[in-house]
């Protein structure tokens, strides 16, 4: 399979492609994970540069909502040579290592980076209640009660905690895009920006 977008190259350009990468990201319900997702995959579908392409893995997505079909997809796509961004809340350390010792299992070895999405109580709470449609929080009112259960357990990435991660990243609110409309370019410097300045572990 095509795993990188071959338009404009002429037989005589070499093609290098940067390793793969397994993005897992880390956020609330409304925290905008998915929003960012589809920029990734949309802009990197349309790219006109030897990039390879981003495939999404969403549990809320799969048709029995369970870890292991998100998994699945996570193991096609890098049989692919596709990146991976893993659409899950990713509330504990143990919830994101099935998806680091899946990584870890691919040969070469992808880079593994975490990027977690900071947004206030308030602004989660206001974007659930407006949110047109969710695969499994199909009201405001549900959606609010699981945001609630949440943030009680609520245990990113941090400083000093070994995970498995080459990369890890806070994005704070302000630091999204106003409306949430990634560009090609922002979503390209995010993930540069990741890879040059996310905190390695030690």
């Known amino acids: 399979p095509m795993t990188f977008n071959s338009a404009q190259i002429s037989p005589s350009q070499p093609l290098t492609l940067q390793p793969q990468i397994v993005l897992l990201l880390v956020g609330l319900p409304g925290s905008g994970k998915t929003t960012l997702c589809e ?34 997809v996570v193991r096609q796509a890098l049989a692919e040579g596709c990146n991976v961004v893993v659409d899950r809340v990713g509330f504990d350390p143990i919830q994101r290592s099935h998806f680091i010792r899946l990584a870890n299992s ?22 659930l209640r407006i949110r047109p449609s969710h695969p499994t929080l199909t009201t405001p009112e549900l959606a609010l009660s699981v945001l609630r259960q949440m943030l009680a357990v609520f245990d990113p990435p941090r400083p000093g905690r070994i995970e498995g991660f080459n990369r890890v990243m806070e994005l704070r609110e ?29």
């Open 39 to 72: 920029a990734l995959v949309q802009h990197s579908a349309h790219s006109l540069a030897p990039v390879r392409r981003w495939v999404r893995a969403s549990q809320d997505d799969a048709p029995g909502r369970r870890r292991q079909e998100c998994e699945a």
């Open 106 to 127: 691919h040969h070469p070895r992808p880079s593994i980076y975490a990027l977690t999405l900071y947004v206030s109580p308030p602004t989660l709470s206001a974007r």
């Open 174 to 202: 302000a630091g999204q895009p106003k409306g949430g409309v990634w560009t090609r370019e922002s979503v390209e410097r995010l993930i540069r920006d990741i890879g040059v300045y996310g905190n390695q572990e030690i």
